[in-house]
């Protein structure tokens, strides 16, 4: 009887059709983020009650949006680009737990669906969205630099209806690319029992972050920011807009290969 093989289902007897390959999983891309600050209130009920507020500026919150081309071991997934580039915005708060502070992804739209399996492992909330964000090229009309004045815009849409809309204006070079999405990331990974009210089978709190980290040259600048909910999304009405903090644009490359387990509260006898 032949052995099934794959990362994440589907299995298979070659491990060809998984829809994730193995880690470690290799990233390059930009990210454009916008941090403002909302109700302290907000933040504290999007988290779990055993996670404490952050200590400084706990009402703080990013969105970031993702322009990625990603692989596995050996890049294969290179040479078939309709399985290396996707694109994502995500939402970042904030916490503390044991008297660490980390940033935790709250809420995740991507355009691809591998990008979804491989984010439910991590323990990202992914959802399927339509993302979209301006690109810089170094050649022609059709592009801003990276130069004082450059005006990058960013939407986000779920199941047609609009959930975000940004425009940062480049104003100079700076140290980073903001604060909220600064420290490894604090995720839950969970699965309810198949049986109806008997809780979760999988229910672990983690700790990651990447690795190898490759980084280009950080810019701020100005940021204009608007958001939305639809009656099967909620972003502006959990995590509105109190005031705008600021804009940060950055070319970037990490390496995932794995994280670390903080709690596992588990029952796979259920």
């Known amino acids: 009887m032949s052995e099934l093989n794959g990362f994440i289902a589907p299995l298979t007897p070659t491990g060809k059709s998984s829809l994730v390959p193995n880690m470690p999983w290799y990233y390059s891309g930009t990210l454009l983020t916008v941090e403002y600050l909302t109700d302290v209130a907000n933040v504290r009920a999007i988290l779990p009650a055993d996670l404490e507020l952050a200590d400084e500026h706990p ?3 990013a969105i970031i949006w993702a322009d990625w081309q990603s692989c596995s071991e050996g890049g ?3 040479l078939d680009p309709v399985r290396s580039q996707y694109l994502e915005a995500f939402v970042v708060v904030r916490c503390k737990k044991d008297g660490v502070t980390y940033s935790r992804c709250v809420a995740i739209w991507v355009t691809k669906d591998f990008a979804i399996a491989r984010g439910w492992f991590q323990g ?3 959802k399927l969205g339509s993302v979209h964000v301006t690109r810089i090229f170094n050649h022609g009309k059709a592009s801003p630099r990276l130069a004082a004045g450059a005006k990058l815009g960013a939407t986000l ?3 047609d209806h609009r959930l975000a809309s940004a425009v940062v204006t480049l104003r100079e070079p700076a140290d980073n690319n903001g604060f909220v999405n600064g420290h490894k990331m604090l995720h839950s990974r969970w699965m309810p029992s198949i049986t109806p009210g008997a809780g979760n089978s999988l229910d672990q709190l983690i700790s990651m972050g990447g690795v190898d980290a490759d980084l280009g ?4 600048g100005d940021a204009e920011l608007t958001l939305g909910d639809s009656q099967w999304d909620e972003l502006g009405s959990i995590l509105p807009v109190k005031e705008i903090l600021g804009g940060y644009y950055r070319e970037v490359g990490v390496t995932f290969n794995g994280g670390v387990l903080i709690e ?4 796979p006898t259920v």
Request: aromatic share 16%; hydrophobic share 35%.
């Open 59 to 61: 009402g703080a919150v």
């Open 76 to 78: 294969a997934e290179l």
């Open 124 to 126: 990202y909330p992914k």
């Open 157 to 159: 849409s779920a199941y």
């Open 217 to 220: 040259e950080p810019w701020m």
């Open 264 to 267: 596992d509260r588990s029952n």
